[in-house]
């Protein structure tokens, strides 16, 4: 009988430790962060199949872009650049009915094998605002987030 119940105490820390990790995974701000993590990461790793499912249908950004665009443009920019990484300096995240803001500057790095990635980095690691990522709630499920929006004021993109 000892060992019996040493095995439904067992099992029951273990239910209630895996609830608490759950608990903890799930709630907003952890899912804003891992979400903006893995967004980078989908890019950084040319997984475009990734990078699109994180991007919402009703995305839109201060460029002009909206999810087709962003998908398209990314890919584009993205294919020439290689061994991309991304670092995020001070993130932050605050949550607002049913939004998620994550604050940071970003750096990227990468191979210094072309003129695009000298062009790309000196751009991005020269600003001084950080970027803001917006992301939603989609749905009652704690891990459904979606990006609707991506700003940074003092970055321009024109077609120099």
Sequence with gaps: MPIQRTLYVA???????????LFRLWQPEMQVRKHS????????HKDWASFAN??????????????????????????????????????????ENGAGYWRASIMIEGAE???????????????????????HQMSAKPWDWKLMAVRNAELNISSE
């Design 11 to 21: 099992a029951g820390l273990i239910i209630i430790g895996v609830a608490l990790f």
């Design 37 to 44: 993590a893995h967004l980078t990461d989908a890019i950084a």
């Design 54 to 95: 994180f991007v919402g249908e009703n995305y839109h950004d201060q460029w002009g872009n909206d999810r087709a665009a962003v998908l398209e443009r990314t890919r584009e920019v993205f294919q020439y650049l290689h061994r991309v990484r991304f670092s995020a300096i001070g993130p932050t995240v605050r949550i």
């Design 113 to 135: 094998d072309n003129e695009l990635m000298a062009v790309v980095r000196a751009r991005v690691n020269a600003l001084q605002t950080p970027f803001e990522l917006e992301w």
